[in-house]
C-alpha cells in the first residue's frame, strides 16, 4: 500500500518563504517520478512542479517558475518543494504526487500521477 505523506505548510506574508516537504512508503521511491500539485477553493488541482526519477529533468507551471523549486533525495527518500517570494495568488492546498512510472517524457504530464498524499495548506497574505 502506497502513502504519501506531505508538510511544512503554514501561514507566511507576501515575499516569504516555505519548504514543503513529502515521504512516501510503499514503493521503491527512487523509481517513480514525482510532483506537486495545488488546488485553490473553487479551482482544479493542477500541477505545478515535477521531477523525473533520477531528479536531473524538472518541470515547472509559467506561474511558479523562478519562484519555486522542486527537488528529490532518493537515498533519503524524500520530495521538496522550495518557494520563495510567494504571493497571496500562491495560496491553496498543495499535494505531494507519484507517478505511474518513471518516464523521463511523461513526468510533465498531470494524469501520470496515481497516489495522492492528503495536502497541505499554504496560506499568504499581503
Known amino acids: 500500500q502506497v502513502q504519501v505523506v506531505e508538510s511544512g505548510g503554514g501561514s507566511v506574508q507576501a515575499g516569504g518563504s516555505l519548504r514543503l516537504s513529502c515521504v512516501v512508503s510503499?514503493?521503491?521511491?527512487?523509481?517513480?517520478?514525482m510532483a506537486w500539485f495545488r488546488q485553490a477553493p473553487g479551482k482544479s488541482r493542477d500541477l505545478i512542479a515535477a521531477?523525473?526519477?533520477?531528479?536531473?529533468?524538472?518541470y515547472y507551471t509559467e506561474a511558479v517558475k523562478g519562484r519555486f523549486t522542486i527537488s528529490r533525495d532518493n537515498a533519503k527518500e524524500f520530495l521538496y518543494l522550495q518557494m520563495d517570494n510567494l504571493k497571496p495568488e500562491d495560496t491553496a492546498t498543495y499535494y505531494c504526487?507519484?507517478?505511474?512510472?518513471?518516464?523521463?517524457?511523461?513526468?510533465?504530464?498531470?494524469?501520470?500521477?496515481?497516489?495522492w498524499g492528503q495536502g497541505t495548506q499554504v496560506t499568504v497574505s499581503s
Open positions: 504526487a507519484q507517478g505511474k512510472g518513471g518516464s523521463d517524457v511523461l513526468f510533465e504530464e498531470k494524469d501520470y500521477y496515481e497516489y
Open positions: 510503499g514503493r521503491i521511491f527512487s523509481n517513480y517520478a
Open positions: 521531477v523525473n526519477w533520477l531528479g536531473f529533468n524538472t
